[in-house]
């Protein structure tokens, strides 16, 4: 139990051009999905915190209106980069908490290259 | 804010050789997990320490919870080279503004050398 899945997997666009990663909880509903960023051989850096239903809480020196997050439903979350540049090229990791527990499980992440 | 941070960066060991990674958090926690991510994948999840003075082993991991609630360890015995990848610690605040989010350390590189 307890699987996230990512889609896509991997993506590589054009400078200015916009990307939407989805994150899906397949068996158990999510009431909090985690955003993360990952350099290479660096740490996770969490972007955002998004709750069904309402706004996402984005972390410090994160640009809402560039990194847009929807939580529709308890088992899908969206992370939409927009008008994406070179220096946006990244490993975008999404994990997803379930009700009454602390424990994240991650999806497999998002590679994403901006040309 | 919070702060976690783990040492070394990088561990270098024989095959057979035992290892250790340390974390120390700025602020009390209320819990520390531990992660392994391999070379090009994701982090998957090891394990979850909750009390004070806690120890949990896992066949050759041994995860260590300080009794001030700040500092923890993962202990591996004989390395083997499955043993390769980035060990990350994280830590969820006690409480405060970040209660519930997870801070990850920096993450220690294990090579393994057969």
């Known amino acids: 139990g307890a699987v996230v899945s990512q889609h896509p997997s991997w993506v590589i666009c054009k400078s200015g051009t916009s990307v939407k990663i989805e994150c899906r909880s397949l068996d158990f509903q999510a009431t909090t999905m985690f955003w993360y960023r990952q350099f290479p051989k660096q740490s996770l850096m969490l972007m955002a915190t998004s709750n069904e239903g309402s706004k996402a809480t984005y972390e410090q020196g994160v640009e809402k209106d560039k990194f847009l997050i929807n939580h529709a439903s308890l088992t899908l979350s969206t992370l939409t980069v927009t008008s994406a540049h070179p220096e946006d090229s990244s490993f975008y990791i999404c994990?997803?908490?379930?009700?009454?527990?602390?424990?994240?499980?991650f999806g497999p992440g998002t590679r994403l290259l901006v040309l | 804010g919070q702060q976690v941070m783990q040492i070394p960066q990088y561990q270098h060991v024989q095959e057979g050789e035992d290892f250790t990674t340390y974390c120390n958090s700025s602020?009390?926690?209320?819990?520390i997990q531990w992660y392994k991510q391999r070379p090009g994948g994701h982090p998957v999840f090891l394990i979850q320490l909750v009390k004070s003075g806690e120890v949990k082993k896992q066949k050759r991991l041994t995860f260590q919870f300080g009794e001030a609630k700040k500092n923890s360890s993962l202990h591996i015995t004989a390395t083997q080279t499955t043993d390769v990848g980035t060990y990350f610690c994280a830590g969820t605040n006690a409480g405060g503004t970040s209660y519930g989010k997870l801070t990850f350390g920096q993450g220690t590189i294990l090579t393994v050398h057969p």
């Open positions: 602020t009390t926690l209320s819990n």
């Open positions: 994990s997803a908490e379930a009700q009454g527990r602390e424990t994240q499980y």
